[in-house]
């Protein structure tokens, strides 16, 4: 065994006769430990957050979007179903037909956005199953809507209210005057839905059947504001969107499901990277005890480490002597750290010991690479702190 080593594990594991180094050690240990495992539970919080964030993304926006670079709308010629139909890695697709619209029900006011779809729109986004009460939209019920939650709550909206419509208006075209007697055009519909999701989501749509939005913004036959397209392989959309934006040409915009949310993943990822440095920042100051910790056990070994030069232990080995003591020192308290943090990782997905509302509990996920960031940054700043603290030893210093 390494000769420095193996100083360093008895100096580590026997106690001293000096009770305050041995305190000392204690609390050193405990700051890695508590640093180790906050680290590691946030970055599984952030994990459980970000992928629970993007499931609700997987509700409302699609794998690729096409609109129209120029305008609001435009019409679906042979040659773009064409294209989207010979492209092996385009699952499905829908029509879409998008509008800001005005609200009215009993008096009540809201502007959001209408929304037409095809019949095969469950196909391209699972909204039906994000819906928290009623059913989804059922091409043989005329004027039918789904709306999301905060726009019911907002209108006092009801299930099936059949005496009680939701009006949908739509400011009418044209130039010069407009009689304000009529000057929208409008639909009033029957709520069958309700669905749930983000906060902006919620507040955002009211679904109605493709014919039905057509009919209502006097859209011609083949007149859509988008297409929204499910891909085989949603980790290939960058490549697809970038493939379809070429044969479209600059006529077209195609997004992808990242493109359509960059702020919300900016964020995400933002607040992951802050706080993973916020508390990488805590572990720092942590390892300062450390640091302390071995610098007080250089003191009180100086007679054992003079002992030792004596002996022909040249410089060099007594410092490796305390590098490796303080690394040992962090790796054991990181290791107990992690293993506490991975416990309650898994006890919270299992348990639900910690709960956002009395329905949702905290999300949480155990990811490989969390682990390893944590064991990256704790035995490197772990290392630094320990070289700091042997810095402190010289041939002076010893034979003094």
Do not use: C
């Amino acid at each position: 065994m390494n000769f420095s080593l193996y100083i360093a594990k008895r100096y580590l594991f026997t106690k001293t006769s000096n009770n305050a180094i041995n305190i000392i050690t204690i609390i050193a240990s405990f700051g890695v430990i508590v640093g180790a495992l906050a680290l590691f539970i946030i970055l599984s919080g952030f994990s459980g957050l970000r992928t629970f964030s993007y499931s609700l993304l997987d509700a409302s926006d699609p794998d690729i979007k096409i609109t129209s670079a120029k305008g609001k709308s435009f019409l679906l010629t042979d040659d773009i179903a064409q294209v989207l139909e010979n492209n092996a890695a385009i699952q499905a697709s829908s029509k879409i037909i998008e509008e800001r619209v005005f609200l009215e029900h009993n008096d009540k006011n809201e502007i959001a956005y209408v929304k037409g779809v095809q019949d095969n729109y469950v196909n391209i986004i699972p909204i039906d199953s994000s819906l928290a009460i009623g059913s989804w939209l059922d091409k043989n019920y005329l004027n039918t809507a789904v709306v999301g939650r905060a726009i019911a709550i907002k209108l006092s909206l009801g299930i099936r209210s059949f005496g009680d419509p939701l009006s949908i208006m739509v400011p009418r075209g044209g130039i010069g005057f407009i009689n304000q007697n009529n000057a929208f055009y409008k639909t009033d519909v029957q709520i069958v839905g309700l669905y749930s999701g983000t906060e902006d989501f919620e507040s955002k749509y009211v679904f109605l059947n493709l014919e039905e939005a057509r009919n209502l913004l006097r859209f011609k036959e083949n007149q859509i504001t988008g297409l929204e397209l499910r891909l085989t392989n949603a980790l290939a959309a960058d490549e697809v969107a970038k493939d379809l934006q070429e044969i479209l040409g600059d006529t077209f915009k195609v997004q992808t499901k990242a493109q359509l949310n960059e702020v919300f993943y900016k964020v995400i990822n933002t607040e992951n990277v802050v706080s993973y440095l916020i508390f990488t920042l805590i572990v720092i100051i942590a390892l300062f005890n450390v640091i302390g910790t071995i610098i007080m056990m250089i003191i009180d070994k100086k007679h054992n480490l003079k002992t030792l030069f004596n002996l022909g232990t040249s410089v060099k080995d007594i410092k490796r002597i305390f590098v490796f003591q303080g690394f040992l020192l962090t790796f054991f308290g990181m290791l107990i750290g992690l293993t506490l943090g991975i416990i309650l990782v898994f006890l919270q997905q299992q348990f639900s010991l910690f709960m956002i509302t009395e329905s949702l509990p905290y999300p949480v996920e155990f990811k490989l690479i969390n682990l390893l960031i944590v064991v990256f940054t704790i035995t490197t700043l772990g290392f630094i702190a320990s070289k700091i603290a042997s810095s402190r030893i010289n041939k002076g210093f010893i034979e003094k």
